[in-house]
């Protein structure tokens, strides 16, 4: 199949599947989240792949949501039906958490806020060490999304997820491997090899039994995951409404500094 969005290739078993709009970082647009959901699809009924490995086009691996196409891909004043569009942004985010076929993200560049959070809903997380990682949403005033706000506390605990949530700050690979965020942070030179070895590991291996451990380890949480992604649908559709999130937004279209009411 031709995506708009994203590369796909199979090889020895292996599918590769990139975000594939360099020029934007790998910006999510809604076109982006409808085809991962058509390429989970794919890769649940194909059993020719054994392995998933999802990664970045060019620079980055995904800057979070594309705000140049934000206001025509949700219809940014009325609420009911932007958290309808999050809801299938929902749906994507719990096709990929339940393949049963393991998934590696391949962190090969910056991931910010939704970038960083397609990153955690993977299996295994790999990333080069000069890349950068964030949940940058409370500084363009909005919330956690793309089940980031299940998947962050999980992975750090709750302190740890406070702290990064709230304050949105930037950290390095190195630290998302020391906090438990990531599995792995690799020089760059090594970074491919280091996926690739993993992957042909998981290809290689006993599939029926990986898929069925994956789905013992996840199966208590999947209802937790999508109470976590409905909460979110309802929680950004109502930032969407706030003067802050409308005064982040005209910042970044005059490319100035944001001045939020504190309300």
């Not at 760059?188 to 380890?217: D, N």
């Not at 706030?242 to 279209?253: I, P």
């Amino acid at each position: 199949m031709d995506y708009q969005t994203l590369g796909f290739t199979v090889s020895e078993a292996k599918a590769w599947v990139t975000l594939n709009r360099p020029d934007r970082l790998n910006a999510i647009n809604r076109v982006m989240v409808d085809e991962l959901g058509q390429v989970a699809d794919l890769i649940r009924t194909d059993d020719a792949i054994r392995v998933v490995i999802l990664t970045g086009g060019g620079a980055a691996f995904c800057v979070g949501a594309d705000l140049y196409d934000l206001p025509h891909d949700l219809p940014l004043d009325d609420e009911t039906a932007v958290a309808q569009v999050l809801r299938k942004a929902g749906d994507t985010i719990l096709k990929w958490w339940t393949l049963k076929k393991p998934v590696i993200a391949a962190i090969n560049g910056a991931a910010i806020g939704g970038g960083l959070n397609l990153a955690l809903m993977c299996d295994l997380t790999v990333a080069r060490a000069d890349a950068v990682m964030s949940q940058i949403y409370v500084q363009r005033g909005l919330v956690l999304d793309m089940g980031g706000s299940y998947f962050l506390p999980k992975l750090v605990g709750m302190a740890k997820a406070k702290e990064l949530a709230l304050l949105g700050d930037a950290i390095s690979a190195a630290e998302a491997e020391r906090i438990g965020m990531i599995n792995k942070c690799v020089e760059p030179e090594g970074f491919l090899p280091w996926v690739e070895q993993w992957a042909s590991r998981l290809a290689q291996g006993a599939g029926w039994a990986i898929g069925m451990t994956k789905m013992a380890l996840i199966g208590p949480s999947i209802l937790e995951l999508e109470t976590a992604l409905e909460h979110e649908a309802h929680s950004v559709a109502q930032a969407l409404q706030t003067k802050n999130f409308q005064e982040a937004m005209r910042a970044f279209k005059e490319k100035r500094d944001i001045h939020f009411s504190g309300a």
